[in-house]
């Protein structure tokens, strides 16, 4: 063993990225998406891009909302009330219905059932013409809890594939000579320096980011994956652990009494939140437990989006009487706001656009380092097998099996997301289980994508499949224009600002896409190397992502 | 002209401006951009004063629009995307950078001035 520290990091961050790369780039794909995710589920609903409904106030806003659920689950257990704001402009409701008597025998759900509405606070209309989809939510979910298995495996999974990131990110941090003296080198045209420069440029000029949501990354789901610092603590009592360190103000499993009475009215009570949180806050939710009964209960909680903890503070009336019965989360204790920054800093769910571009193209940024980290793997792997294949021989098993996935996850995944959003404008409004259909179609998409690209991963197959996601990505405004309410210019024109971004922006991914087909394209083998640069494709995927 | 536009271009022009001027104090970058065997000297320690001072009214600007706590999450983000523009303005167009860095130090100092005089 006479390797040196930096021989064995550079080991480490080799096997530590190539194992959980594949999965990682899923994660980073569909998690970078997340932080549009309102704005796609938007866009994904073409039936409210029309309702370009007025600002109104909360407190009518919420006047309206009550009213409506008086309507529609008067005796529901639970409401729950999300008010519009600048992303999301109707108002989101969900209330459980009082469970019906069960037929004898019959095994009682597990969990309780919700119904859902979106109402459109100008006109307290509900907007319940709109289609059926996952949206946005389904990438987001995607992104820890995977598909088509238990969530709990899916973020054993995840969580056990980002440690592996830490661990990729430290010891690449120790592997990279000249961090500051290559701060902004990239040399193009170079082969396997160049695929270097992109990794190594991706990688230091976001680090910051890289680091921050790998780590929150597992902090968000670390009472999972490391149980037993509370479960000392709190000897097993996982309820009182919960009540302390997520206090949602008053008790959450209080019984109705079984007695009517009126509800309060919301108005005055949020006009008392704002007081006491302060200038410039704003409800951002409602939580009305056992409506019209005598033991209803009204919780408040500010908007977030101003600062960085993931936890707001709330504060809960009495929902007969409007009587102050608890804040909650005015202060908080270190280590809950210390997880809350954590936790706030992964969602990101920051009110600046600006703040969230900018993750977005950090994302970006990392999706390409995972991308160019696999791919570095097979151009370095393939120079071992360079006079083999000058005599007409193969490479390895574990390098051809290496770039059947990079073609699978790299060149495929693109066309599956695009392929979710066709389908979601050009599968038939109302047909059973839309939203699953959809989901379907995304998978079926990356499925075809990944066993072409297995089958053959070949310089031709990543033109083809990068061409293919280009174009699908690059017509996504045309899709839109010929089954929405109105084209790109109009959106733009009329402010709908959450539908022309996702236009443009999904234009611009086609745009990078076909520089990436684009370059592999023109770089044609030279005869001395047959398919050494076979599966070399775009470093201009890396300014594509830019 | 309201303050969230001229902020956020504030700060960005001033990073990028600031990057800018980092990567020519660097000699490779340098000759780059201005012929072979030509040299910063001099004008290196210069460049790397005004860089840091754009970086740091980035961090100033970015603090104003967001609060300290986002504001720094902020200028993290503001400095990645300008380093990468100017890492590709760099490889790829190196003799127009010090065109580019004029024209940047003169959008963020008319921001700057925006931003603070009105």
């Known amino acids: 063993m006479k390797e040196g520290f930096r021989q064995s990091m550079a080991w480490l961050h080799t096997w530590s990225g190539l194992l959980v790369g594949w999965v990682l780039f899923l994660v980073f794909c569909a998690g970078t998406a997340s932080y549009f995710k309102d704005e796609i589920t938007f866009w994904m609903k073409p039936e409210l891009h029309q309702a370009a409904s007025e600002p109104v106030t909360p407190v009518l806003a919420a006047e309206r909302s009550v009213a409506f659920l008086q309507q529609r689950g008067p005796d529901a257990q639970r409401w729950f009330i999300s008010l519009p704001t600048a992303r999301e402009p109707m108002v989101r409701m969900f209330w459980n219905p009082k469970p019906k008597p069960l037929p004898p025998g019959a095994e009682r759900p597990r969990r309780g059932r919700f119904e859902n509405a979106a109402l459109d606070p100008a006109t307290g209309q509900p907007a319940e013409a709109a289609r059926e989809t996952r949206g946005g939510e389904f990438l987001y979910r995607l992104h820890y809890d995977l598909h088509y298995m238990p969530a709990l495996w899916a973020r054993w999974i995840v969580g056990f594939c980002a440690m592996f990131m830490l661990v990729a990110i430290v010891s690449g941090i120790v592997t990279h000579k000249r961090i500051f003296k290559d701060f902004f080198t990239f040399r193009p045209r170079k082969g396997q320096r160049s695929w270097l420069d992109a990794h190594n440029a991706t990688a230091v000029l976001a680090l910051p980011y890289h680091l921050m949501i790998t780590y929150t990354g597992i902090v968000t789901l670390m009472f999972m994956y490391m149980p037993w610092g509370p479960q000392v603590a709190y000897k097993g009592d996982e309820k009182t652990f919960n009540a302390e360190v997520f206090p949602s103000g008053g008790n959450r499993n209080a019984k109705a ?79 809950v706001e210390t997880r809350g920054v954590l936790y706030g800093l992964h969602l990101a769910h920051f009110s600046s656009g600006l703040l969230r571009a900018l993750f977005f193209l950090s994302g970006l940024a990392g999706c390409v380092m995972v991308a160019t980290g696999l791919l570095l793997w097979g151009v370095k792997e393939r120079q071992k097998f360079a006079k083999a294949l000058k005599q007409g021989g193969r490479v390895s098993f574990g390098l051809r099996l290496v770039d059947g996935l990079n073609v699978a ?138 | 002209m309201s303050g969230p536009i001229v902020g956020g271009l ?109």
């Open chain 1, 257 to 335: 009494a079984g007695t009517p009475a009126p509800l309060v009215a919301v108005g005055p009570l949020m006009a008392r939140a704002q007081a006491h949180w302060g200038e410039g806050s704003r409800v951002g939710r409602l939580e009305v437990m056992h409506p019209n009964d005598a033991n209803a209960v009204v919780t408040i909680s500010r908007q977030s989006g101003q600062d960085l903890s993931s936890i707001q503070p709330s504060m809960t009336f009495n929902g007969v009487t409007g009587e102050l019965i608890a804040t909650a989360g005015d202060t908080a204790g270190a280590a």
């Open chain 2, 10 to 118: 504030a700060a960005l022009a001033s990073a990028l401006g600031g990057f800018f001027a980092l990567g020519l104090a660097m000699d490779r970058h340098y000759e780059d951009s201005f012929g072979r065997g030509s040299s910063a000297g001099r004008k290196a320690r210069w460049l790397q004063a005004g860089g840091a001072l754009g970086l740091v009214l980035s961090l100033v600007v970015c603090s104003g629009l967001r609060g300290a706590a986002q504001g720094a999450v902020l200028w993290c983000g503001v400095m990645t995307a300008s380093a990468i523009v100017v890492a590709l303005m760099l490889s790829y167009a190196p003799r127009h950078s010090a065109r580019v860095l004029a024209a940047t130090s003169t959008v963020a100092v008319m921001a700057l001035a925006m931003r603070w005089l009105s």
């Open chain 1, 409 to 546: 996850a790299i060149a495929g995944l693109p066309i599956a997301f695009a392929t979710y959003f066709w389908a979601n404008r050009l599968l038939p409004v109302g047909i059973a289980g839309r939203p699953q259909e959809e989901i379907t179609c995304f998978f079926a998409a990356w499925g075809v994508a990944a066993v072409a690209g297995l089958a053959w991963p070949a310089r031709r197959m990543w033109q083809i499949q990068l061409w293919l996601g280009a174009a699908l990505f690059a017509l996504v405004p045309l899709v839109n224009a010929l089954t929405g309410p109105g084209n790109l210019g109009m959106a733009i024109s009329r402010g709908l600002w959450s539908v022309a971004g996702f236009d443009l922006v999904c234009v611009g991914l086609g745009l990078a896409l076909a520089a990436a087909a684009w370059w592999v394209g023109k770089r044609k083998p030279s005869p001395a190397r047959p398919r050494a640069a076979a599966v070399t494709p775009g470093g201009s995927q890396m300014e594509a992502a830019r």
